[in-house]
């Protein structure tokens, strides 16, 4: 007789006008850990991930976020200024009935998982943050490192039409783009179904094009949880100025992973890594 297939649902939920869509699997009983992506992927960016955290005994939920969830994209550039997005991960919590969970999450992901962990600190009980710095610690960066160059693509995409326009486009300008970031064909593939195909591409941009609404003081606040960073040296988007200046912006128990060789995409390039900094920081 064979094992039973690990647990894996579809759970759904609104947040005003707005129905949002995850991924609950692993354990029912374990310790709950939200996983949140980056732009531009979804969900599957996780794949790697999950199992090695159900093997461990957590249970996780991976939210399709605000933009990419084909019933979750507003029109407007505030709606997705970053309390909106925080605000996101709390009704997903209150949804499951879970009154504190771990919170991960890469990239754009990140960002959100840092806001929610200073606005929230008492439904957060643990962060992992992949790639991008504490937002001040990013900031500060910019003033004193290249991370500014790094960063271009940011003005980019503040204009109308055009990134869509060049993401979206039949010929290989944006294979070639992703690919110098460090994606594989299959994760560029996965990007031409999950994103282009499915119109998330707008939603998507629609974080960027929400930076000028930021409120400095929401976005620059501490954190008070147990927190761990992990970033890679090869990132070509994100600098190890921001990096190294993250720590001075947690008032808590902390950990910094530097991850060697890595671009970018740590979930999908070193998942054991990264599900066993996950653990250890849940763990503690």
Known sequence: MGSEPPRSEEITFTRGPLRFRAIDSGPADGEAVVLLHGFPQRTSSWDEVAPRLHAAGFRTLVLDQRGYCATA????????????LVGDVIALLDSADLPAAHVVGHDWG????????????????????????????????MIVSDQLLRSWYIGLFQLPWLPERLLTSRGNRPERALAGMGMT???????????VAAGAVPGGLGWYRAVPFASPKKATARVRVPTTFVWSDHDPALGRGGAERTAH????????????????????????????????????
């Open 73 to 84: 994209r507003p029109r407007g550039r505030r709606a997705y200024r970053l309390p909106e």
């Open 110 to 141: 990140a960002a959100v998982a840092w806001g929610a962990a200073a606005a929230h600190p008492d439904r957060v009980r643990s962060l992992t943050a992949v790639s991008v710095p504490h937002p001040a610690a990013f900031l500060r960066a």
């Open 185 to 195: 064909p299959e994760m560029i593939g996965r990007f031409r179904t999950e994103m």
């Open 249 to 284: 912006y947690v008032d808590a128990d902390y950990r910094f992973v530097e991850m060697s060789g890595v671009s970018h995409w740590i979930p999908e390039e070193r998942p054991d890594e990264l599900a066993r900094e996950i653990i250890a920081r849940a763990g503690s």
